[in-house]
């Protein structure tokens, strides 16, 4: 079962333009977030994070809106650069002791365009 | 400051056999979590290492097992290795603690198994 899921395979977007990837959780005990990228032949690198406690984090060009009501989140890259081509996998862990495994989701290849 | 790195790079084995896969952490984390991720799927969560101790245990047969050395270093084994078994493994670091602390990634280890 499937907790974690983000269900565009893939999205293209002009050099420049804003890119939003979505993803949804099932689990409401997940309280803690994050996205990572991942190139080919590379481990996934980690880009952001956000507590349940907030509904938003920037750092540079990177924000992620949680919408806890709706159990949504969005990573939000502007300006969209070639650079960020590549496969973005969000991934959720549960509150309390014991469960500080990730549950990821299954990714969302990014193509920006030049 | 080096990340994570795996040993070897690829692994090729023949069913039945026995797979070990090495992994060193950041300098300072103590915790090491393993994940798989087959052809198609998502991350999934295998084992959580810290301080030397087995912490928590992602739904694989028994056949999956590990360990943390001392210097925090960790090893996982694969027993009686079966097809599907082919995957990219990946190695995790992250500080102590429990709960909301991102995990760093290594470059993964490629099984094949034929």
């Known amino acids: 079962d499937q907790q974690v899921k983000q269900n565009s395979p893939s999205l293209s977007v002009q050099e420049g333009r804003i890119s939003i990837l979505n993803c949804d959780y099932t689990?409401?005990?997940?309280?803690?977030f994050l996205w990572y990228k991942k190139y080919p032949a590379e481990g996934p690198t980690f880009l952001i994070s956000?507590?349940?406690?907030?509904d938003k984090n920037e750092d540079g060009r990177f924000t992620v809106f949680l919408n806890k009501s709706a159990k949504h989140l969005s990573l939000h890259i502007v300006p969209s650069q070639p650079g960020d081509s590549a496969v973005y996998f969000c991934?959720?862990?549960?509150?309390?002791?014991?469960?500080?495994?990730?549950?990821f989701g299954t990714g969302t290849r990014l193509t920006v365009i030049p | 400051e080096a990340g994570v790195t795996q040993s070897p790079t690829h692994l090729i084995k023949t069913r039945g056999q026995q797979a070990t896969l090495r992994c060193s952490p950041i300098?300072?984390?103590?915790?090491v979590y393993w994940y798989q991720q087959a052809l198609g799927l998502g991350l999934q969560f295998l084992l959580w290492?810290?301080?030397?101790?087995?912490?928590n245990r992602g739904n694989f047969p028994p056949r999956f097992s590990g360990r943390q050395f001392p210097n925090y270093s960790s090893e996982l084994n694969v027993n009686a290795l079966e097809l599907e078994d082919s995957a990219l493994y990946l190695c995790?670091?992250?500080?102590?603690?429990?709960?909301?602390?991102?995990?760093?990634f290594g470059p993964g280890t490629r099984l094949t198994v034929l």
């Open positions: 689990n409401s005990m997940f309280d803690y």
């Open positions: 995790a670091s992250s500080l102590p603690g429990v709960g909301r602390r991102a995990q760093y």
């Open positions: 290492y810290d301080e030397g101790e087995e912490r």
């Open positions: 991934a959720a862990s549960e509150r309390g002791s014991g469960a500080n495994n990730l549950f």
């Open positions: 300098s300072g984390h103590t915790s």
């Open positions: 956000i507590s349940s406690i907030k």
